[in-house]
């Protein structure tokens, strides 16, 4: 069965430094790949995927996102975090229309 | 374009009463439909998804129910709400252009 591992719970940052998310996958194929960012008391919103093609993503807010297939994962970068970057993080995967599967999320503070 | 609405944003219903949540989508004709739970400090569950009218698939036995009565209409229903189903609801669409979710704004449900 396909999963979705978010290693990371929280994470903090410093304002101004760089963020990297990890997300490892495990699927009979390649996926279709998401990250999406939820605020407190919101819904979540998408801020990239990949299908195919060139493994780097660019994504809304400046993220980015890299497709490694060697090594299952798909980690969401961000060269300088602002503080309203604080938010959850979900990776998902999915393959054609069938229904995602999500990890079970990072939680990111920013610290001044 | 294509619109998702999801009410009310806040409940706090007595255990033991009737629930109902209502999504609607706008903009798009036969979209995927999910149901989703979040408790409190954890990730997505799903609860139910539907591919159609009438059509509705239960991930999870619990205490709540989900029908489809039109097209573009979602509804989470209770007959008798337990403590344990409080948490944030959030509904979302996919189309079968294969593109991720698009979710709804959430509904807190606080059972007292």
């Known amino acids: 069965a396909q999963s979705v591992t978010q290693p990371d719970i929280h994470i903090t940052v410093s304002e101004g430094a760089s963020l990297e998310l990890r997300c490892n996958y495990s699927?009979?194929?390649?996926?279709?790949l998401f990250w999406y960012v939820q605020s407190p008391g919101q819904g979540l919103q998408l801020l990239l995927k990949?299908?195919?093609?060139?493994?780097l993503v660019q994504g809304i807010k400046g993220f980015e996102a890299e497709f490694k297939r060697s090594q299952s994962s798909f980690n969401l970068r961000k060269p300088s975090v602002h503080w309203s970057d604080a938010a959850e993080y979900f990776c998902?995967?999915?393959?054609?229309?069938?229904?995602?599967?999500f990890g079970t999320g990072t939680r990111l503070t920013i610290i001044p | 374009s294509q619109t998702i609405h999801q009410w009310p944003a806040t409940l706090v219903q007595p255990v033991g009463s009737p629930l109902s949540l209502e999504c609607t989508v706008e903009?798009?004709?036969?979209?995927?439909l999910y149901w989703y739970r979040q408790a409190a400090g954890r990730g997505l569950q799903l609860l139910f998804y539907?591919?159609?009218?009438?059509?509705i698939s239960s991930e999870v036995p619990q205490n709540l129910s989900a029908s489809r009565p039109q097209d573009r209409q979602f509804i989470l229903s209770s007959k008798k709400l337990l403590l344990s189903d409080s948490g944030f609801y959030l509904c979302?669409?996919?189309?079968?252009?294969?593109?991720?979710?698009?979710f709804g704004s959430g509904t807190r449900l606080t059972v007292v």
């Open positions: 979302a669409w996919r189309s079968w252009s294969g593109n991720g979710y698009t």
């Open positions: 699927y009979g194929a390649t996926p279709y």
């Open positions: 990949y299908f195919s093609g060139d493994t």
């Open positions: 998902a995967v999915g393959f054609g229309n069938e229904k995602l599967t």
């Open positions: 903009g798009t004709s036969n979209p995927n």
């Open positions: 539907s591919v159609g009218i009438g059509q």
